[in-house]
C-alpha cells in the first residue's frame, strides 16, 4: 500500500539556524501518529510546513503522489483542502457566527449549496455536543467548546488528514477531557491524524504510532507501547524521564 | 541582505520615473503660434479667468441663477468676444492662480484688473493699457489724522492682495512698513476693520467702491506713482494673433471712452444694494449660496470618501504584498502623498493634470482629495489588517481558502470594524479639508462665503454661518458613525 503522506528529505532553516534537517516519514491511511518531543524541537514548525503554512527550505510533501512544495499557489489551495488543521489556539474567526466558521470554506472553497453546508454543520456540531451554539459568536464560549468547533470546522471539509498543533495547551486543566474525547472518537472512526502534543497517556492509548523529534531530527518512530517502554535514544530517554 | 539592497537601487528609477513624469509636466506649454486665434474661432468659446473679489472691476453678485460674475472687466471681456465672433465664458479663481492658468491653457484670457509689469511680461503676453487705475490707500477713519500718506505707514503694517502690484509698489515705496498679503480684498477689510492692519494698499476705484459699502472706512491718496498702474488683458505667451484682434476692440474702447463711460457704471448697478441691512435677514436672503455649497461640500466628500477607501484598500494590500514591486510603488505613493501639502495636490491636478486633459474644477477637486485621502486611508487600513492575529488568516489557509478570500471573508472584515473610528475621523477630516477646493473655484462652502462676502461686504457672518453649517455637518456625520460603529461590534467583541 502506498503512503498516504510522504514526506522526503524535509528542511527547514532561518538563516543559519537549521530548526530541522532532511527529515523523512510516511504516513498510511487511517494512521494516528503523536509527535512528542522536547519545547522547541520544532515539532510545531514540521507540522506547519506539512500544510505549507510554514514554507520549508527543501524537500518535498507528497499528498497521495503530488507534491505540495512545487505545487502552484491554485494547486496547492486544491491540495489544502484535503488536510484540516487545528490550532493551539482555536483560531475561529471572531466575525462570524460558530455556523458561518464552520459553512465559510465548504460554501466558499468546494461551492457547496448553503443548505447542504448548514445540515452538515448541524449534524457534525450535534456530535461534539454543541448544536445549540450554532448562532453565537466564538468570544461567548469556553475554551473547550471553541476547540470542539474549530475540530469541527476542520470536518467539514472532509479532509484526508487533520494536524492538531497542540490542541489542549491553551485550555484549562478541566477542559483538556472534552477535547481529546472528541480526537479519540474520531481515531475510533478511523481519521488520519497527527498530532503534536504533551498529553502523554492520551497518545499512548490513542495512537498508532510515535515520533520523538529532538535536534532537528526525528529519532525514533515507535509503536506507542516499545516507545513508552523501551526508547532507543539517549535523547528519548530523558525526555521521558521528565515527562513523568 | 543582497536582496534588500537590490529593492533600494530599483527605487530610484522609480522616483527618477516620477521626476520625468513631473517634467513633462512643465513642457506642455507648446508654442503653437498663431493657431490661436483659429483655434478659438472653431471652438466658438472664449474662456476668460478672473478673480472676482475686485469691484467694481470683476464681483460676485446674486443673478438670475445663483451667483454671477458681474464687472467692467467683464464687459470689456464681453465686448473683445463679441469682436471675434465668439461667445464669452468666465472663469474664477483666486488671483494668483490666474497666470498660471494661462500657461496651462485652463483659460484663453485673463482680465483681472492686471496690470502689466516686467516680470509678467516675461510669461504672458498683454495688450494695450484698456484703463488707467491709480493706487489708493485705505484707512481706518479713526486713524485720518494719523496717516495722511504711505509715508506714515513707517513701523506700522499694511496689507496688500498677494500678487497684486500694490503689494510691491508699497513694500518698494516705504521699506519701514510690515507689508502683509492676502489672497482675498474681504479678508484684507476685515483685517482692516479689526486693526490687524493699519492700511490696504489697492486700486483706487476698487478702494471707491469699499468705502461705499463699509462705515468706517475711508480711502485717502496714496501718494504712490508708478508706471505699472496700466491695467491690461494677459494672454498666453506667443498668441500674438490674440493680442492684435484684442487690441483693436480695446482702440475702439479707449478712443470712446467706453471703459470709464459705460462699462464700470453699468457694472456698479449690479453691485449690491442690501448693504447695511440687519445680517440675520441679509445673510436669509443668500440661504441658496450656502445651500449650494453645501451640495458641493457634500458632493465633494461623499465621492472622495468612496473612491479613497477603494484607492487605500488597494494601496494597503500593495504595502503588504510581498511583492517588493507593488510594495514600493504604495510606499512611494503614500509617503508623497502624505508628505505634501492638499492644497498644492489640488493645483497640481487642476493645472498639472489639466494640461494634458481638460478637468473641470469640481472634477479635479474630486480627483485630489481622493488620491490624497486614499493615502491616509491606506495607512488606517494597514494598521488595521496588521492587528488583526496571524491565526485568523492561518486558519481561512488551512481550510483552503485562497490568500483573496482570506482577506476578504476574515481579516477586511475584521480589519474595518477596529478602524471603523479611525475612518469616521478620516470622513470628517475630509469634510472639513474639501475647503481647500476654493483656491480652484470650486464652488463648495468656502466658496461660497467667499461670494456671500464679496456681495454683501460683510466679512463675519458668513464666517460664522458656515462655520456652524461645517460642524452641523461633521457633527452628524461622526453620530452616524457612531451609530454603525455599535451595530458593527454588536455580538462580536466586547
Not at chain 1, 29 to 47: D, H
Not at chain 2, 229 to 254: C, D, R
Not at chain 2, 365 to 374: D, F, H, L, R, Y
Not at chain 2, 404 to 418: D, G, H, I, W
Request: hydrophobic letters at 40%.
Amino acid at each position: 500500500m502506498e503512503p498516504m503522506i510522504k514526506i522526503e528529505n524535509l528542511t527547514k532553516q532561518f538563516k543559519d539556524n537549521v530548526i530541522f534537517k532532511d527529515v523523512n516519514a510516511e504516513v498510511y491511511k487511517g494512521n494516528v501518529i503523536s509527535l512528542l518531543g522536547p519545547s522547541g524541537a520544532g515539532k510545531s514548525t514540521f507540522l506547519r510546513c506539512i500544510n505549507m503554512l510554514g514554507e520549508p527550505t527543501s524537500g518535498k510533501i507528497l499528498l497521495d503522489g503530488k507534491d505540495l512544495v512545487s505545487s502552484s499557489p491554485k494547486e496547492l489551495i486544491k491540495l489544502r483542502t484535503n488536510i484540516g488543521m487545528v490550532f493551539q489556539n482555536f483560531n475561529l474567526f471572531d466575525n462570524k457566527t460558530i455556523l458561518d466558521n464552520i459553512t465559510l470554506a465548504p460554501i466558499k472553497v468546494k461551492g457547496m449549496g448553503k443548505v447542504a453546508a448548514e445540515e452538515k454543520a448541524h449534524s457534525l456540531l450535534k456530535m461534539v455536543g454543541l448544536d445549540n451554539k450554532s448562532d453565537v459568536y466564538p468570544n461567548s464560549l469556553s475554551g473547550g467548546q471553541s476547540q470542539r468547533i474549530a475540530i469541527v470546522r476542520a470536518l467539514a471539509m472532509d479532509p484526508e488528514v487533520i494536524l492538531f498543533d497542540e490542541p489542549t495547551s491553551a485550555l484549562d486543566p478541566e477542559k483538556v477531557g472534552e477535547v481529546l474525547e472528541v480526537m479519540k472518537e474520531l481515531a475510533k472512526q478511523d481519521m488520519t491524524m497527527i498530532i503534536v502534543t504533551h498529553e502523554m497517556e492520551f497518545a499512548k492509548s490513542v495512537s498508532d504510532e510515535i515520533w520523538f523529534m529532538d535536534d532537528g531530527k526525528i529519532q525514533e518512530k515507535q509503536a506507542p507501547k516499545d516507545f513508552f517502554e523501551n526508547p532507543q535514544t539517549y535523547n528519548a530517554k530523558r525526555f521521558l524521564s521528565k515527562m513523568i | 541582505m543582497n536582496n534588500h539592497v537590490s529593492k533600494k537601487i530599483i527605487l530610484w528609477p522609480i522616483i527618477l520615473l516620477f521626476s520625468l513624469f513631473l517634467a513633462i509636466f512643465s513642457n506642455v506649454n507648446h508654442v503653437n503660434a498663431d493657431s490661436y486665434l483659429k483655434d478659438i474661432k472653431t471652438k466658438g468659446t472664449l474662456v476668460m479667468g478672473t478673480s472676482p473679489d475686485y469691484p467694481p472691476y470683476e464681483f460676485l453678485s446674486k443673478g438670475s441663477n445663483g451667483s454671477q460674475i458681474y464687472g467692467a472687466d467683464v464687459e470689456l471681456g464681453q465686448k473683445i468676444a463679441q469682436d471675434m465672433g465668439v461667445k464669452l465664458k468666465v472663469k474664477s479663481m483666486s488671483f494668483d492662480s490666474l497666470l498660471v492658468a494661462l500657461q496651462t491653457h485652463k483659460v484663453d484670457m485673463v482680465i483681472s484688473g492686471l496690470n502689466k509689469t516686467p516680470e509678467r511680461a516675461k510669461s504672458v503676453d498683454f495688450t494695450n493699457s484698456y484703463y488707467q487705475s491709480g493706487t489708493g490707500l485705505l484707512i481706518n477713519k479713526s486713524d485720518k489724522d494719523k496717516i495722511k500718506s504711505y509715508q506714515d505707514l513707517k513701523g506700522l503694517s499694511a496689507g496688500a492682495q498677494v500678487g497684486s502690484v500694490q503689494y510691491d509698489l508699497i513694500k518698494k515705496a516705504n521699506k519701514n512698513v510690515k507689508v502683509k498679503g492676502m489672497e482675498n480684498v474681504n479678508d484684507l477689510i476685515l483685517a482692516l476693520k479689526s486693526n490687524k492692519i493699519s492700511a490696504i494698499a489697492m486700486d483706487s476705484a476698487v478702494a471707491d467702491s469699499y468705502v461705499s459699502h463699509n462705515t468706517g472706512i475711508m480711502k485717502i491718496s496714496a501718494g504712490l506713482h508708478s508706471a505699472d498702474s496700466n491695467n491690461n488683458v494677459a494672454f498666453p505667451k506667443g498668441a500674438t494673433s490674440l493680442v492684435k484682434q484684442a487690441n483693436q476692440t480695446i482702440k475702439n474702447v479707449t478712443t470712446n471712452n467706453l471703459y470709464v463711460d459705460q462699462f464700470i457704471p453699468d457694472s456698479i448697478k449690479h453691485m449690491s444694494s442690501n448693504k447695511q441691512t440687519s445680517t440675520a435677514s441679509s445673510m436669509w436672503q443668500y440661504k441658496d449660496f450656502f445651500i449650494s455649497g453645501i451640495k458641493s461640500t457634500m458632493l465633494i466628500s461623499v465621492v472622495s470618501i468612496f473612491f479613497g477607501i477603494i484607492l487605500g484598500i488597494i494601496f494597503a494590500l500593495m504595502r503588504l504584498s510581498k511583492n517588493w514591486l507593488l510594495h514600493s510603488i504604495a510606499v512611494c505613493y503614500i509617503e508623497f502623498i502624505r508628505g505634501t501639502p492638499q492644497m498644492v495636490q489640488i493645483m497640481f491636478v487642476y493645472f498639472g493634470l489639466g494640461a494634458i486633459v481638460n478637468v473641470p474644477a469640481l472634477t479635479s477637486g474630486i480627483i485630489a482629495i481622493s488620491i490624497n485621502s486614499g493615502a491616509y486611508v491606506a495607512e488606517i487600513i494597514r494598521g488595521g489588517i496588521t492587528s488583526i492575529a496571524k491565526g485568523q488568516s492561518e486558519a481561512a489557509l488551512s481550510l483552503g481558502l485562497s490568500e483573496k478570500q482570506t482577506m476578504r471573508y476574515v481579516v477586511l472584515p475584521q480589519a474595518f470594524k477596529n478602524i471603523w473610528p479611525a475612518l469616521g475621523n478620516e470622513l470628517v477630516t475630509l469634510i472639513k479639508d474639501s475647503s481647500i477646493a476654493s483656491v480652484i473655484g470650486v464652488g463648495e462652502l468656502m466658496y461660497q462665503m467667499r461670494a456671500v462676502q464679496a456681495d454683501t461686504y460683510q466679512g463675519v457672518a458668513p464666517i460664522a454661518i458656515i462655520m456652524v453649517i461645517y460642524f452641523v455637518i461633521t457633527f452628524t456625520i461622526s453620530r452616524i458613525m457612531k451609530y454603525f460603529e455599535g451595530k458593527i461590534s454588536h455580538g462580536t467583541n466586547d
